[in-house]
């Protein structure tokens, strides 16, 4: 590809960017977003096809016997932080840095991923390829990107373009949110009376904090519980009669989110425990997958991911491999530097045209 052709893509990407930046997208809010994505995509001559606020779009000469490659990053965001110091929807250059809600959050990758599969669609290639722009990511939503999976070809392997500094994020830990609640019995303060729900939950809560899961992943490190929020009482002199709490665990590899809750159930002396959802598990894809190795012959490092996303949802293999830094998502005054992007386009091209 000619300097001027890349140069013509990054500005391209950066266009677009700007463009999704001055509309707020906001999860399950995204629809003025992906009307500007589709416009732009049909712009561009492509013919995408849309479910709710997902986009697609299959590569020329699609072939089932081959195999299918998704590229795969999401249009929504979260809420922009009380922080900011700059207009969140205004996109704004500082020199390399393009500032804006979702910049780095994934509007760089959704970007990037999306001029990659303009250029190799005009390239011979022994696979097939999908551009998915998902909705609900940052939400793990029902009309997100496991909505729309089926309506998909057949899938072998994707790229998530989640902000990774373009290093490959071979595994990523799962989530499993659970709340836990111990029941009492009210009574005066100040009198010898009631059961004290805060008392019931202590031992549970201590052992909560305490245990540690055996298998550490060299990728991932251990699997880990969190109590994030306890809520209980009334005003100072009642005796509180329940006790609600919130538990963030973060699975690896070697725990289903399953298991993990039928075994905390079991050492529960006093709470209860409910599991809001079991299916955002664990992540990964083999270390001497081609496309692995392709990184790792490219001078790329691959690593274990503590984030969670899309990934978590899918059935086949897959990694994250985006522009920009995981460290600025969902951060006042966020940014994405068109360096990255320009790097980013580099990269996907050197990756997927071996």
Not at 283 to 300: E, M, N, T
Request: aromatic share 8%.
């Amino acid at each position: 590809m000619s300097i001027e052709d890349k140069s013509r893509y990054v500005n391209d990407a950066v266009e677009l960017l700007k463009e999704l930046i001055a509309t707020p997208r906001v999860s399950r809010d995204e629809t003025a977003a992906a009307d500007k994505m589709e416009a732009k995509m049909r712009a561009w001559g492509m013919n995408p096809r849309r479910e709710a606020n997902n986009l697609w779009v299959v590569s020329d000469n699609y072939d089932e016997a081959r195999q299918t490659l998704l590229l795969n990053a999401h249009i929504d965001t979260v809420k922009p932080v009380a922080t900011w110091t700059k207009n969140p929807h205004e996109p704004l250059m500082e020199g390399d840095k393009l500032f804006g809600l979702g910049s780095n959050d994934c509007g760089g990758g959704l970007v990037t991923l999306l001029q990659a599969f303009r250029v190799l669609n005009s390239q011979p290639r022994a696979y097939n390829l999908i551009y998915l722009a998902s909705a609900e990511e940052e939400v793990s939503g029902k009309n997100g990107v496991e909505h729309v999976l089926p309506m998909l070809p057949r899938i072998d392997v994707a790229i998530v373009g989640e902000p990774t500094g373009m290093q490959p994020a071979i595994a990523e830990k799962g989530l499993m949110v659970v709340d836990g609640f111990a029941k009492g019995v009210s009574g005066h303060a100040a009198r010898n009376e009631g059961v004290n729900a805060i008392y019931e939950a202590l031992d549970d809560l201590v052992w909560l904090r305490d245990y540690r899961f055996g298998k550490e992943s060299p990728l991932l490190g251990p699997t880990k519980m969190t109590v994030t929020q306890v809520e209980s009482g009334t005003q100072h002199n009642v005796i509180p009669d329940s006790l609600h709490f919130v538990l963030d665990i973060r699975t690896n590899e070697y725990y289903q989110n399953e298991y993990v809750f039928a075994f905390l159930q079991k050492h529960m002396k006093r709470c209860e425990l409910k599991a809001r959802s079991f299916r955002l598990h664990s992540s990964s894809i083999p270390a001497d997958h081609p496309l692995v190795k392709r990184c790792v012959d490219l001078g790329l490092k691959p690593f274990g991911s503590p984030t969670l996303s899309d990934q978590a949802l899918m059935s086949f293999p897959s990694f994250k491999l985006g522009p920009g830094e995981s460290s600025r998502s969902h951060s006042a005054d966020e940014f994405i530097c068109i360096s990255e992007i320009e790097k980013a386009l580099t990269l996907y091209l050197d990756i997927l045209s071996a």
